[in-house]
């Protein structure tokens, strides 16, 4: 019983184009959030959404579009990818302010 | 904005031994976790310790939020041990942001 799953794993594509990684949670987690692993390994937030509403918008590009059609889903949407968007991205969930997060498996975009 | 800092950035151990990792941050934070990404990427969840001293096994971790720091220990390291440790804190603002170290890279060999 996975917790919290993103599709795809791996996702290899060319600048330029469009793409969407999705994040579905089945604990019943209000917040939801998406993360950027960069090649150093450092992480950091992207987008967060409570109960359907975005929260926090950390000064990402208007390239990546956030899409939460119901409190158990949380896209990422991506056009024009660039070089520097290759990175794992990691959905996450927590049941509310202040308390444990759990984190998908990653998806590992690379841009060509 | 809030600084997290962990030390050391890299460590080196042999098996069957003890290490300390250390996390200090900046400002006042709401809640404090550790994460272990093993080398298959996978991010762990260790502990959600945002004060106080809590024990997993071989592993424990103490958050002494007063002062600001939290430490990991692990005892007795074995080979699967390695990977990265995190510590990741909740900063006390209108919403709910999450902060990440930038990592304790832990490599245990035979």
């Known amino acids: 019983d996975t917790a919290v799953s993103q599709t795809p794993k791996y996702l290899v594509t060319q600048m330029g184009n469009d793409k969407s990684i999705k994040c579905e949670q089945n604990?019943?987690?209000?917040?939801m959030y998406w993360y950027k692993q960069d090649s150093k390994k450092f992480l950091k937030i992207m987008f967060s959404?409570?109960?359907?509403?975005?929260?926090i918008n950390e000064t990402v590009p208007n390239r990546f579009s956030p899409k939460s059609p119901d409190k158990a889903h949380l896209n990422l949407h991506i056009n024009s990818l660039e070089l520097g968007d290759s990175a794992v991205y990691f959905c996450?969930?927590?049941?509310?302010?202040?308390?444990?997060?759990?984190f998908g498996p990653g998806t590992r975009l690379t841009v060509t | 904005g809030i600084q997290v800092e962990q030390s050391p950035p890299d460590l080196i151990l042999q098996e069957g031994a003890n290490s300390t990792l250390r996390c200090n941050f900046s400002?006042?934070?709401?809640?404090l976790q550790w994460f272990h990404q093993n080398p298959w990427g996978q991010l762990i969840n260790l502990f959600y310790?945002?004060?106080g001293t809590k024990q997993n096994g071989r592993l424990s971790a103490t958050t002494v939020a007063t002062e600001r720091y939290s430490l990991l220990y692990i005892s007795s390291s074995q080979t699967t041990d390695s990977g990265v440790y995190f510590c990741?804190?909740?900063?006390?603002?209108?919403?709910?942001?999450?902060?990440f170290g930038p990592g304790t890279s832990l490599s245990v060999i035979p």
């Open positions: 604990l019943g987690h209000d917040t």
């Open positions: 996450a969930s927590r049941p509310g302010t202040g308390l444990e997060q759990y």
């Open positions: 400002d006042s934070v709401n809640n």
């Open positions: 959404y409570n109960n359907k509403e975005l929260i």
């Open positions: 310790i945002p004060s």
């Open positions: 990741a804190v909740g900063v006390k603002t209108s919403y709910d942001k999450v902060i």
